[in-house]
């Protein structure tokens, strides 16, 4: 119920989605309702953005901000990673970006002057790729937003949260299942006493509907409460998932640097992200002088020869054009999870550093609102247990 299905299944009803931000909200929240559909999708993947906003308000943005990000991403790494991509492709794309922009002049120009270009902005290419990437360190954060990245990547692949779920909290979901199946059984004893002493059918039913609420709330207390130890006479109490930040710290640190905050999400986020034109322009802007250093000597005629607005619009242009190769290699998975082993690190550090009750909170937080449906979920099955019961047991009292 919580996990599965990863997508919505179900029916479409007409004009359900119509009337559905009318219904109740608790209504609202049943997976498939606001869709128009009625059916079922696990708690945690049809809440994936939601979530996904939570983690970053309650945890990540606790943890690190978009600058600790990208600095442990080792941007002189990043540099290096590009040059040694960008280098041999330097003859062919600017070829390229000539003949498609600027056909003309690139023609006109002699072929010596054009190998010279060539040359140059390969000599220039470390230093113009440093300048780049520490243009992006100086305004990362109005150009990165880890909590949009997030809700993005958590709705494009709802997976993602359900397996952070599954690691992160394994221990604790197997023991909410054993804690559910003793204490259920335990609750049953007395259900059955009074069973036997009233002889009422719609007894079972009823009681059945308690028993499934009450064992899921108290699995979830269980986990939960209390996030700070507590002392009761000669015991120590806490909340399982408290007793785990630990271990579960380097779980969450590993899913999210191998899944979420990758260098390979932070490279597509700054090209195509909502800040990805204030992105372009300003790397853009950056670039536009290594234009001018790529003609070298020959700078001041080829502006007279060509023109100076014209030679300005092919500065701006070739600059436009050389922002995407040049921030391309961000976006390798492979060097992308080369990397990931730094954001692992920072995540579980400053997971481990949390209150206790921060750290429970930031997982509770994220299905609190929810926690309703999973004890409705015991409670209708505690019913459906009751009537399985009651039609069982008369059966074979007829028989």
Same mark, same amino acid.
């Given at each position: 119920?919580?996990?599965?299905?990863?997508?919505?299944?179900?029916?479409?009803?007409?004009?359900?989605?119509?009337?559905?931000?009318?219904?109740?909200?608790?209504?609202?929240?049943?997976?498939?309702?606001?869709?128009?559909?009625?059916?079922?999708?696990?708690?945690?993947?049809?809440?994936?953005?939601?979530?996904?906003?939570?983690?970053?308000?309650?945890?990540?943005?606790?943890?690190?901000?978009?600058?600790?990000?990208?600095?442990?991403?080792?941007?002189?790494?990043?540099?290096?990673?590009?040059?040694?991509?960008?280098?041999?492709?330097?003859?062919?794309?600017?070829?390229?970006?000539?003949?498609?922009?600027?056909?003309?002049?690139?023609?006109?120009?002699?072929?010596?002057?054009?190998?010279?270009?060539?040359?140059?902005?390969?000599?220039?290419?470390?230093?113009?790729?440093?300048?780049?990437?520490?243009?992006?360190?100086?305004?990362?954060?109005?150009?990165?937003?880890?909590?949009?990245?997030?809700?993005?990547?958590?709705?494009?692949?709802?997976?993602?949260?359900?397996?952070?779920?599954?690691?992160?909290?394994?221990?604790?979901?197997?023991?909410?299942?054993?804690?559910?199946?003793?204490?259920?059984?335990?609750?049953?004893?007395?259900?059955?006493?009074?069973?036997?002493?009233?002889?009422?059918?719609?007894?079972?039913?009823?009681?059945?509907?308690?028993?499934?609420?009450?064992?899921?709330?108290?699995?979830?207390?269980?986990?939960?409460?209390?996030?700070?130890?507590?002392?009761?006479?000669?015991?120590?109490?806490?909340?399982?998932?408290?007793?785990?930040?630990?271990?579960?710290?380097?779980?969450?640190?590993?899913?999210?640097?191998?899944?979420?905050?990758?260098?390979?999400?932070?490279?597509?986020?700054?090209?195509?992200?909502?800040?990805?034109?204030?992105?372009?322009?300003?790397?853009?802007?950056? +670039?536009?002088? #290594?234009?001018? !250093?790529?003609? *070298?000597? @020959?700078? $001041?005629?080829?502006? =007279? &020869? %060509?023109?100076?607005?014209?030679?300005?619009?092919?500065?701006?242009?070739?600059?436009?054009?050389?922002?995407?190769?040049?921030?391309?290699?961000?976006?390798?998975?492979?060097?992308?999870?080369?990397?990931?082993?730094?954001?692992?690190?920072?995540?579980?550090?400053?997971?481990?550093?949390?209150?206790?009750?921060?750290?429970?909170?930031?997982?509770?937080?994220?299905?609190?609102?929810?926690?309703? +449906?999973?004890? #409705?979920?015991? !409670?209708?099955? *505690?019913? @459906?247990? $009751?009537?399985?019961? =009651? &039609? %069982?047991?008369?059966?074979?009292?007829?028989?």
């Amino acid at each position: 119920m919580l996990f599965s299905p990863i997508h919505f299944h179900g029916i479409t009803v007409p004009g359900l989605k119509q009337i559905a931000g009318s219904l109740p909200r608790k209504v609202q929240e049943i997976p498939g309702i606001l869709r128009g559909g009625i059916g079922w999708q696990g708690i945690v993947p049809a809440r994936a953005a939601k979530m996904g906003s939570i983690a970053v308000d309650r945890a990540l943005s606790q943890m690190a901000t978009a600058r600790d990000f990208y600095e442990r991403l080792e941007p002189e790494k990043i540099a290096a990673h590009i040059v040694d991509v960008f280098r041999p492709e330097i003859p062919l794309l600017v070829d390229e970006i000539m003949w498609r922009e600027h056909p003309r002049f690139w023609r006109d120009l002699p072929r010596p002057l054009r190998t010279v270009v060539i040359q140059r902005v390969q000599d220039r290419l470390p230093d113009v790729v440093r300048d780049v990437t520490v243009e992006i360190g100086n305004h990362i954060d109005q150009i990165f937003d880890p909590k949009i990245m997030v809700i993005e990547n958590f709705e494009k692949d709802p997976s993602i949260i359900v397996r952070i779920f599954k690691d992160f909290g394994a221990r604790e979901l197997r023991m909410m299942v054993v804690f559910g199946a003793v204490f259920g059984f335990l609750l049953g004893i007395p259900v059955a006493i009074v069973d036997q002493a009233f002889h009422l059918w719609w007894l079972l039913p009823i009681l059945g509907v308690l028993v499934g609420w009450t064992t899921n709330l108290l699995g979830m207390l269980l986990i939960f409460q209390p996030a700070e130890p507590k002392r009761i006479g000669p015991f120590k109490i806490q909340a399982l998932f408290a007793q785990r930040q630990w271990q579960a710290s380097d779980v969450y640190g590993k899913h999210i640097a191998k899944d979420v905050i990758t260098l390979e999400h932070i490279g597509d986020h700054l090209l195509n992200g909502p800040s990805g034109d204030r992105t372009r322009q300003m790397l853009a802007a950056a +670039l536009e002088p #290594a234009v001018d !250093a790529a003609v *070298g000597p @020959a700078y $001041g005629a080829v502006r =007279v &020869a %060509v023109g100076t607005r014209k030679f300005d619009a092919i500065r701006s242009s070739v600059a436009e054009q050389a922002v995407e190769y040049t921030l391309t290699p961000m976006r390798d998975a492979a060097f992308s999870q080369q990397q990931s082993c730094n954001i692992r690190r920072l995540i579980a550090e400053r997971c481990r550093a949390l209150p206790p009750k921060t750290f429970v909170e930031m997982m509770r937080a994220a299905i609190k609102e929810d926690e309703w +449906l999973l004890y #409705a979920h015991g !409670a209708i099955m *505690g019913l @459906a247990g $009751g009537f399985l019961h =009651v &039609a %069982v047991f008369e059966w074979w009292n007829v028989l």
